[in-house]
């Protein structure tokens, strides 16, 4: 006996509809899973992991959908990132974002701390306004970030292994050209050096 | 502890007529009577779930039992074992929780009464609570392998819970002659830090390369397979000439004969396979749940507490809990990360519950490194969520190893990571 159309189409609108009905886990919950990395709320005692707390909603959302497809280089995150689902990645960027960047002295070199502020300045400050300091759509905090994570993502930018804007190819090969290596190192010193 | 804050404990107990209150849902108005939660054991697990506590609820009252003053973590103890770090680097002490409030008690638990809601601690202190949670960590089966016990351990160190045990293999690494034999005898399935044994044999294979070339390690193996094994044998073949006649490294595994069965701790002679004499002798004995899980009738047949897996309420005893390695949480792995987060999931659960609301939807995962040398790291991820049947399920399409192709330069920057995960995870739960 075939099962009657009405029927068939309830169970499928059911099986469609169930991952949208399944609870999902609160904010704080998930966000608690990334604590051990990433420190208690997302702020990070380093020396490497980043401090995610004070992200914006939009770059951590971005971030985790390009660790997901793989565009986005890195360690574990890529196989990490693929443990959540959209919805559940927004509300880990809802909390996150709404968690207070904690800024924690690190060491760094004053004369280079000094001239990157200068590079910064120069080719950076158009878009990452007031040092570096705020949480950008698309970029994350960079004053008082940890100098190990900002030395990684800066190697996958210049070998390009990680995409950027135009705008920010433009500078960096602008600054690269100009001061080469140390150029760059030295803006990490700066950026380390924001307390 | 002092003998005042268990009479204050009493006196809220006499008048905790509040329960009715509690139960008809304005808990946190309270009326004094503080809900209180008491933590046996002062790991990864507990120290986190005590802490995560106060986070998120500062009226409940928690206090932590543990033995000991400090507590050495294992996870990284192997580069103690290679010189590569301190052994004070992976002590940390209780400072930090009490900062937050929690009373720390240095003392041993003797009872766990689960119908009085009690936990007696030796010296017949009384503790009252209203949910406890357990967090014990692991024991050994001492009566497996003949010659073997807890007195020949102080010999022939297993170093697996971490402390003086790992400074006296370290000790004896160090005095070893060049040209001598270490023997790891790996335990069998389930057990501490599954990766471990091996992240040993690569952390003491660098040390003897660096100062004593013409050595050996030979790890016997009653398991044919073990975690991460592919990127540890290539790392071996990479640094430590494995699979050639003057390797380092040699692996024994249960079809060769890997499997231990007596131990001559006096003629530093294992049998398993064939005899083979060791200079150095490092036995990881098989384990079962931390001693107070089984006198307070908190485990199965096979020595391990089962738990729901949503709250790790345990299913021997109601309101108390159970965390950590001591836990049946497969496919979570017996790790430090997934104690950490597990007891996050437990701390919520058991708030939740003295607030009188449901347990929520949990969310968990595990991350563990292997350093196979200073600049080389390898790890393993996984993100669970709570299955359909109610248990720990693997996140379809997450997690995994790392790539087998990875390039020397993430490689290296997986070891940086590890020692930022090392910093954060312990600041996590202590701090």
Known sequence: MKPPIRLIALVAMLWGSLPVIAELPSATMLANTCAGCHGTNGASVGPASPTIAGISRDYFIQSMLDYQSGKR???IMQRIAKGYSEAEIELMAEYF?????AHQAQEHDVKQADFGRRLHKKYCALCHEDGGRHADDDAGILAGQWAAYLRFTMQDF??????????MKQRLEKLQADHGEQGVEALIHYYASQQ | MSSSVITRRQFLTLTGGVLGAAALGFP????????????V???IGGATAAKYITMMDPAIEVTLVEKKQTYHTCFMSNEVLSGVRDITSIEFGYDGLKKRGITVINAEVNAIDPVAKTVTLLGNDT???????VAPGIDFHWDTLEGYNQQVAEQLPHAWQAGPQTQLLRDQLTAMRDGGTVVIVAPPNPFRCPPGPYERASQIAWYLKNNKPKSKIIILDPKEKFSKMGLFTAGWKRYYGYGTGDSLIEWIGVDEGGEVNRVDAKQRIVYAGGAIKGDVINIIPPQKAGKIAVTADLVNEAGWCPVDQRTFE??????????????VAAPMPKSGYAANSQAK???AAVVAGLQGNPAPVPSYVNTCYSLITPEDGISVAMVYRLGDDGTITKVEGAGGLTPSDASDAMRKREVEYAYSWFKNITHDSFG
């Open chain 1, 158 to 167: 210049t070998r390009e292994e990680r995409e950027m804007e135009n705008k």
């Open chain 1, 73 to 75: 280089p890195s360690t």
């Open chain 1, 97 to 101: 974002s709404q968690q207070p960047f």
């Open chain 2, 41 to 43: 054991g002062g790991g």
């Open chain 2, 345 to 347: 999931v437990c701390a």
């Open chain 2, 314 to 327: 345990s299913k021997n005893h109601k309101d108390v809990y159970v965390i950590g390695d001591a836990s």
């Open chain 2, 28 to 39: 946190r108005l309270g009326l004094g009577a503080k809900k209180r939660v008491v933590i």
């Open chain 2, 127 to 133: 503790l009252a609570y209203d949910a406890c949670i």
